[in-house]
């Protein structure tokens, strides 16, 4: 059996490293230069940095085993420290009941606690619906800490209004279900705490986040598989069992037995020359494009944090992260770099920017007192135009469509973040491509359910 991979991601090169392992020949097909995906590193002049800041945590303890195999020796425990930095302050992250509400001013605070008991009666006289994000997080913290601390950031990030983005996203990406659950979660410490409580996760001691891809490429190379980079799809035929790349400026076809794509789906129906009715559905789902800019700073360390969030309008920035922290061999001992996320949609005005993002970003950081400008050495920017699904709210609707189709065609297996139009972290994304492969390698793999219990949308 061949199998035929597209992405060069963590769960492209999970699975392809499991079944070359088994003697499955196996082609990964990658259009960057490099593997890894969102999750890929770069280094340069002695510094490695990753596209933003990435942790890689699990509660299941065989993905933690299957890392620290593939790792071996380089690996490291990092106790995370992320922050919030709004009205001047420096906020915890994850929220601690203390820390994000006392420390308001307080008439603030006397509001924050007095609109999240009248949510709580309302909810108990009746039930209020939930049908946005805002609508979710509102009847689950009352409105004042929705709008300090929810709705900026939220917005700021998506560049839609709250109203507009669906359920899922908040359902998905905050784990605590009301204020009150802030206050058992720090007080009382319960022992299954919530993935946006996890303080402890894993990272590679040298080489950034993207050793884990390399590793996988690796063990792929050292079996029966080969990955190719700088490889742009043209065309793919589930008919044939046949994909058209572009390598070097010649076209190359791949025949397969098995196709397994981690591209966006968008891509795929597209490239399979899908019916017009599945091209539009897809035409309405959106990612939210991301550009890193990198500054290298002559100082030994800019801040404490993995990262912090900066949700007001007044910086340029979503989210700011320095790489040393994750581990001291990213950067020389007397120099450091960070970077700064800041998402738009894709070719707008930001999205080209250069010098003037550079120079409003470096505004950022000196207006958090971290640096001052003449300490910036050195910048440059990376773009990424699939980094976010946006879950608007009937991106439902046209993801079930395009999802009937791709399961109509019995040569294909999608999963990933790209494929299944679904915010995986990293880990979710190695359990699906494990679980791919066990599907392949016995036939039956159940490998519709993550780690965490949650039922993938493919």
Request: proline letters at 3%; charged letters at 30%.
């Amino acid at each position: 059996m061949k199998v035929l991979i597209l992405g060069g991601g963590l769960a492209g090169l999970s699975s392809g490293y499991e079944l070359s392992k088994e003697g499955v020949v196996v082609d990964v097909i990658e259009k960057d230069p490099e593997v890894g995906g969102f999750a890929k590193s770069f280094s340069k002049n002695g510094f490695t940095y990753d596209l933003g800041p990435h942790r890689f945590h699990s509660s299941d303890a065989h993905i933690i085993e299957h890392l620290k195999g593939l790792l071996k020796e380089n690996i490291v425990v990092r106790n995370r420290i992320s922050r919030i930095y709004i009205n001047k302050k420096f906020i915890d992250y994850p929220l601690k009941t203390g820390n994000a509400v006392f420390k308001m001013p307080f008439f603030t605070t006397l509001h924050i606690l007095y609109d999240y008991i009248k949510i709580k009666v309302e909810n108990k006289i009746r039930k209020r619906k939930d049908d946005s994000f805002e609508s979710w997080v509102v009847n689950r913290f009352g409105n004042k800490l929705y709008q300090i601390y929810f709705k900026p950031y939220t917005e700021k990030s998506w560049g839609i209004p709250c109203t507009e983005i669906s359920v899922d996203w908040a359902a998905q990406r905050i784990s605590l279900l009301s204020l009150w659950d802030t206050v058992k979660n720090t007080v009382f410490k319960p022992k299954n705490v919530p993935r946006t409580y996890v303080s402890k996760f894993y990272y590679p001691l040298k080489g950034g986040i993207g050793s884990i891809a390399e590793a996988y490429a690796e063990g792929i190379k050292s079996g029966k598989g080969q990955v190719f980079l700088n490889s742009e799809i043209k065309k793919i035929n589930p008919d044939k069992k046949e994909v058209v790349c572009v390598q070097s400026s010649k076209e190359c076809v791949y025949k397969y037995d098995k196709l397994l794509s981690t591209i966006p789906l968008t891509s795929f129906v597209e490239l399979a020359d899908a019916p017009k009715d599945i091209i539009e559905a897809a035409s309405k789902l959106q990612f939210r494009p991301v550009v890193f800019v990198y500054l290298v700073v002559n100082k030994s360390k800019v801040m404490d944090d993995h990262w912090i969030y900066l949700p007001e309008k007044g910086f340029v920035s979503n989210r700011v992260s320095e790489f040393k922290n994750f581990s001291e061999e990213n950067a020389p001992s007397n120099k450091t770099i960070v970077c700064a996320e800041v998402t738009c949609c894709y070719k707008d005005k930001v999205w080209f920017m250069e010098e003037e993002l550079i120079n409003k970003v470096i505004g950022d950081f000196v207006k958090l007192n971290f640096i001052k400008e003449d300490d910036v050495e050195d910048s440059f920017i990376y773009r990424m135009e699939h980094s976010y699904p946006i879950y608007a709210l009937d991106y439902k609707e046209h993801l079930d469509k395009i999802k009937e189709y791709l399961d109509s065609i019995d040569s294909l297996e999608y999963f990933g973040r790209n494929a299944l139009f679904r915010y995986n972290n990293m880990d979710h994304s190695v359990d699906m491509g494990l679980k791919v492969a066990k599907k392949i390698l016995e036939g039956n793999g159940n490998y519709k359910e993550v780690a965490t219990g949650e039922k993938w949308f493919g």
